[in-house]
């Protein structure tokens, strides 16, 4: 199993910056793709970006919503993912979830595929 706890959420102008750390705790960190999510007030939990990382290298992608604006970076040494979010739009406020699954089958943007979950950050973004 991983453990996951996140930081680095808060309040923010738009067109401000945040960076969100999730960091890992129990199996090897390499072992693991990790997820980013987000819930907005009254809306489903939705797909943010995701970032593998194998010995044959590593995969990242975006939500459109989203892509060009955020950015996905690994540090296996210090067990940690970081999500650096720029350009940050009201409409970006949200719970934020990092998730943990092993490699394989199933989808990387599904939330369902994900069995390991942080317990959020808040991101609000004022007008």
């Known amino acids: 199993q991983v453990q996951l706890v996140e930081s680095g959420g808060g309040l923010v102008q738009a067109g401000g910056s945040l960076r969100l750390s999730c960091a890992a705790s129990?199996?090897?960190?390499?072992?693991?793709?990790i997820g980013w999510f987000r819930q907005g007030p009254g809306q489903e939990r939705e797909f943010v970006a995701y970032?593998?990382?194998?010995?044959?290298?590593?995969?990242?992608d975006y939500a459109d919503s989203v892509k060009g604006r955020f950015t996905v970076s690994r540090d296996n040494a210090k067990n940690t993912v970081y999500l650096q979010m720029n350009s940050l739009k009201p409409e970006d406020t949200a719970v934020y979830y990092c998730?943990?699954?092993?490699?394989?089958?199933?989808?990387?943007?599904?939330?369902?595929?994900?069995?390991?979950w942080g317990q959020g950050a808040q991101v609000t973004v004022s007008s």
């Open positions: 129990g199996r090897p960190f390499s072992s693991y793709a």
């Open positions: 998730a943990a699954r092993t490699y394989g089958s199933g989808s990387y943007y599904s939330r369902n595929e994900y069995p390991y």
């Open positions: 970032n593998s990382w194998t010995w044959r290298g590593g995969n990242t």
